[in-house]
């Protein structure tokens, strides 16, 4: 699994390398862009509209902008003549993509039904654009640190940034990525249609675009995948103009940056983006419904990532309160008012005036459309497609409805780009025979704030609970980057490491690091949390000098396992290794 998984991304690599290098880069400038888009309908729709929010209320049902690209293609049937497709993908985000992306590997004849943009959120609106505003505002906050630099002997002048030159950045870049997708999809034989799917029975799907006779058809698969993802969720009491009051959807294309800005949540959204906006010159308030900020993550990182990233910055917050009211305003003329409402009474405490407000309030399934009972299922209450851990779609009475499977953000289980792609893979393996699960407990998180914070596994809140539940002793591991050579020689000391194990076995049950490039060290943890390696095994492994990798080493080594466990296979290994290579040479 974890080699056909990095098969996929190679493939993407590859897929960006060709682009970056071959006859198919998409333009960079914004004149260039703009005739670009007049031959590429698929990039055009999306980068200018925006897709529907979900209010808690009311699911807008809003078509998203027509996608003028293919006509119906008529497939070849399946090698036995039954189907014309052996699988259908319905939706294409990166949890679609990898899915088809295996599926051809596996041998399968295979079709994605998209209704709006090739790469989904992450591509156009989520991981890709947001990485490229964090890249350049980090930047902006790393050259404008004089301390910082001067303590390393570096004078920099004025450092002066252009807004539309920023958010240029995000545009190409999920422009540029959409279309490796696409073109990875095409020169592999997968058949890209254009609409929106619904099902019209067991295993025929009919897709098509509001006011596009042209475009559409009925197609039959053996398996079908759902992999339509999701849409920004608003709470109630919360109109989104677009302007004032907005979601990530729009503020990723940085149109303006408010001097004062009230970010409703402070999950991964809110964090990235207080990130990119204190980089850029906007203060930021919090508004979180919890009692403390970052209630997602490990306690003691949600602290130490308070001290890093909110308290040294022109940021404050409310904790345990919620925006009950906004009333958007008009930029630069007149303030948007909101509502402090207490979360617990229910009494509304306070009312602020702010520039702008990011609605960072999690994320919606975008669901509705699908026709499920056609195949005698329903989405769940919050709309999720209900799935087994094989990710098997579920009927109405919990069991397995055949032949239909359901990926990514539209289920609900971890709503992640490399979660998606994973249960992609996942599924076709299951649908090709080779039953196959996915465990979500090995799956890495992320948030690219400055520095990152990551994590695998369960928070140190959780693994105490497990330990009463189950009788062992838990074991807690903890290294810090100020004793870590590389760290210091960037001046990057801040920033700290936690593995928490079972003391009796040596499992790993969850790795925490915020610091310097927390997500790239996470992936050590998660890999030997998916192979089963155990403290007492991955201690012996070796790291070079000087790295931020040996932060997680001193983790590994500051580990003590008690009773019969203890010796491992680690020492065995390492004792036989020099002989194993006497023997090689
Ligand atoms: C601002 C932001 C930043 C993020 N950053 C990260 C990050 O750094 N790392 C990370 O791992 N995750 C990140 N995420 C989350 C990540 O984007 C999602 O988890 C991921 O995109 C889910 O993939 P998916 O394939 O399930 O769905 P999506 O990417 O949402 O794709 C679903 C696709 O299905 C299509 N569709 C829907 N209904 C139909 C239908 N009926 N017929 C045909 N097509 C349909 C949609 O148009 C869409 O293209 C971020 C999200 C946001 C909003
Ligand atoms: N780096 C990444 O991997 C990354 C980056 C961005 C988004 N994402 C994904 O996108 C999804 C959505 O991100 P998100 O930050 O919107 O959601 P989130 O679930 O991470 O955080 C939402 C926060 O909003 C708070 N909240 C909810 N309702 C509220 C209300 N009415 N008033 C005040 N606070 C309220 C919650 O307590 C929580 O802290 C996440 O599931 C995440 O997986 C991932």
Redesign the pocket.
């Known amino acids: 699994m974890a080699a056909s998984m990095a098969a996929t991304q190679q493939r993407l690599a590859l897929g960006a390398k060709q682009a970056t290098f071959g006859p198919a880069v998409a333009p960079r400038s914004a004149k260039a862009n703009a005739s670009a888009k007049r031959f590429n309908g698929l990039v055009a729709e999306a980068m200018s509209s925006c897709i529907p929010v979900v209010s808690s209320s009311r699911r807008t049902a809003a078509a998203r902008a027509p996608l003028p690209a293919r006509s119906s293609v008529v497939a070849q049937a399946t090698a036995d003549g039954k189907f014309d497709y052996d699988l259908v993908i319905i939706g294409c985000g990166v949890g679609g993509h990898g899915a088809a992306l295996h599926a051809v590997e596996c041998g399968l004849k295979v079709a994605v039904i998209e209704g709006h943009d090739i790469g989904g959120t992450c591509v156009n609106r989520?991981?890709v654009p947001?990485k490229a505003l964090l890249a350049a505002s980090g930047r902006v906050r790393e050259m404008r640190d004089k301390a910082h630099l001067s303590a390393m002997g570096v004078q920099v002048g004025a450092v002066s940034f252009d807004r539309a030159g920023v958010a240029a950045h995000a545009k190409d870049l999920a422009s540029n990525i959409q279309g490796n997708l696409k073109r990875s999809l095409e020169s592999i034989g997968v058949d890209i249609l254009t609409g929106q799917a619904k099902f019209v029975g067991p295993q025929k799907v009919r897709y098509g675009l509001p006011g596009r006779v042209d475009i559409g058809g009925e197609v039959t698969a053996r398996d079908i995948i759902i992999a339509t993802g999701?849409v920004?969720?608003v709470?109630p009491g919360i109109p989104i103009d677009g302007k004032t009051v907005f979601t990530?959807d729009h503020a990723l294309k940085l149109e303006w940056l408010p001097n004062w800005i009230a970010i409703?949540?402070?999950?991964?959204?809110?964090?990235?983006f207080s990130d990119v906006y204190t980089a850029l010159g906007t203060e930021v308030t919090f508004?979180?419904?919890?009692d403390n900020l970052?209630?997602?993550f490990d306690r003691e990182i949600a602290r130490l990532a308070q001290r890093l990233l909110i308290n040294g910055r022109p940021i404050d917050y409310h904790t345990g309160?919620?925006?009950s009211k906004v009333t958007p305003g008009v930029p630069g003329v007149k303030p948007v008012v909101i509502e402090l409402t207490d979360?617990k009474t229910k009494e509304k405490v306070d009312e602020i005036e702010v520039d702008a407000v990011l609605v960072?309030?999690?994320?919606a399934p975008y669901t509705n459309g699908l026709n499920l009972p056609a195949i005698g299922s329903a989405t769940d209450r919050r709309g999720f497609v209900p799935v087994n851990e094989k990710m098997q779609v579920l009927d109405t009475a919990g069991k397995v409805v055949p032949h239909v499977y359901c990926i990514g953000d539209a289920n609900g289980k971890?709503?992640?780009?490399h979660a998606a792609s994973a249960q992609g893979i996942s599924a076709v393996e299951n649908i090709c025979g080779r039953p196959h699960v996915v465990n979500h407990l090995s799956v890495p998180?992320?948030?690219?704030t400055h520095p990152e914070v990551s994590f695998v596994g369960v928070t140190q809140e959780r693994a105490e609970e497990l330990a009463k539940e189950q009788g062992f002793k838990l074991g807690v591991s903890k290294t810090s980057f100020k004793g870590n050579s590389k760290a210091l020689a960037e001046k990057e000391g801040d920033g700290m490491a936690k593995m928490l194990y079972r003391k009796d076995t040596g499992e790993i049950l969850g790795v925490h690091i915020i610091g310097l490039h927390a997500a790239d060290l996470i992936h050590e943890a998660s890999n030997a949390i998916a192979t089963g390696q155990r403290v007492q095994d991955i201690k012996f492994c070796v790291h070079a000098h000087p790295t931020l990798s040996e932060v997680l080493d001193e983790l590994f080594k500051g580990a003590h396992v008690e009773g019969p466990a203890a010796a491992g296979n680690g020492a065995a290994k390492a004792a036989a290794a020099p002989k194993a290579a006497v023997a090689a040479a």
Do not use: K
């Not at 960072?360 to 994320?363: D, L, M, N, S, V």
């Open positions: 989520g991981c947001s999701s920004p969720f709470p990530s409703i949540g402070s999950g991964y959204i809110g964090l990235e508004i979180e419904a919890v970052m209630p997602g309160v919620i925006a979360f960072a309030t999690g994320r971890y709503m992640l780009a998180a992320a948030c690219f």
